[in-house]
């Protein structure tokens, strides 16, 4: 079953009686509550029913604190967060986002932990929630990647998931401009000033801080609890090269206060994942996407 999860709903630990009479735990997000049932949604699990007389003890819970080594699936949930699309909804441990089609992650299915079903059945609900077939984004030993490829699906743009302790990264004060949305000099630099309203949707999709070195380089950094989540750093082409790329990335570090940082980069950029190491970033792990057998990349 397909859930949009409703906005701020609450994480609580609940003990529950089987129809056998056994006691059971199940922690995850209330997302639905009457006089006869409650429905808790867990973060990689489908959602659990149970009537009200079956619940024995119900209390609320911090969020889940997602740390450097934490399984990749949890990391990119966190990731998801920052970048989450127009839509969202849960299929059991798969995430479901759509948006104006124009960035990968806003517009594909996170596949991880049980979708409460085969997964080419998983796959068609997805799809007719989409309204047509959707781009699948998995961790590299995934093994859902054999069974996509086996029918047509393609296996394209492997991004290295790199993770740092905030106080381990060097400290270069960087004057920077920032806002809290992108204004029209952040956006002449990022993707060449080639972006729309479409493509601005899915960038401001979340809550982040748009920082820039007027005329020279921008970057984009959300937070998702203790992590601060970079992207979107570009360098105008003639200054690339000279060291602006390193400042605006530790700019932005400095612009939030964060326990731990998380960034991405194409898996084959040597030059950047080696700028990212000497920074202090280690290699996490590489995920990709699944694309549907008449997708069309650009």
Request: proline share 8%; aromatic share 6%; glycine share 8%.
């Amino acid at each position: 079953m397909i859930i949009e999860v409703p906005l701020g709903a609450p994480r609580v630990s609940l003990r529950h009686l089987d129809p056998d009479g056994r006691a059971g735990d199940v922690v995850g997000h209330l997302i639905a509550a009457d006089a006869d049932r409650i429905v808790v949604l867990p973060e990689d699990k489908p959602a659990v029913w149970m009537r009200r007389s079956n619940v024995k003890n119900l209390k609320r819970v911090p969020e889940r604190t997602v740390l450097p080594a934490s399984p990749p699936d949890a990391i990119q949930r966190m990731l998801g967060h920052t970048w989450p699309g127009l839509r969202t909804a849960r299929l059991g441990g798969w995430v479901l986002r759509a948006g104006n089609g124009r960035t990968s992650r806003a517009n594909s299915t996170l596949v991880g932990g049980d979708p409460g079903m085969p997964w080419d059945e998983a796959v068609k609900l997805a799809d007719e929630w989409r309204g047509k077939p959707v781009t699948l984004q998995v961790v590299l030993d995934d093994p859902v990647i054999a069974k996509a490829e086996a029918v047509g699906y393609r296996l394209l743009s492997p991004t290295v998931v790199m993770v740092a302790r905030s106080d381990d990264l060097p400290y270069d004060h960087v004057e920077v401009r920032t806002s809290e949305t992108p204004d029209e000099d952040w956006l002449a630099i990022w993707r060449g000033g080639q972006s729309d309203d479409e493509l601005i949707a899915e960038l401001t999709s979340a809550p982040a801080v748009y920082a820039q070195i007027p005329g020279v380089a921008v970057g984009r950094v959300a937070m998702d609890g203790p992590w601060a989540v970079i992207s979107s750093v570009e360098v105008v082409p003639e200054l690339r090269g000279a060291g602006w790329g390193r400042a605006m990335t530790r700019a932005l570090v400095d612009a939030v206060e964060s326990r731990f940082v998380a960034l991405q980069v194409e898996q084959d950029n040597r030059i950047a994942r080696s700028l990212y190491a000497k920074e202090g970033f280690v290699e996490h792990h590489t995920y990709a996407y699944l694309f549907p057998p008449d997708y069309v990349t650009g």
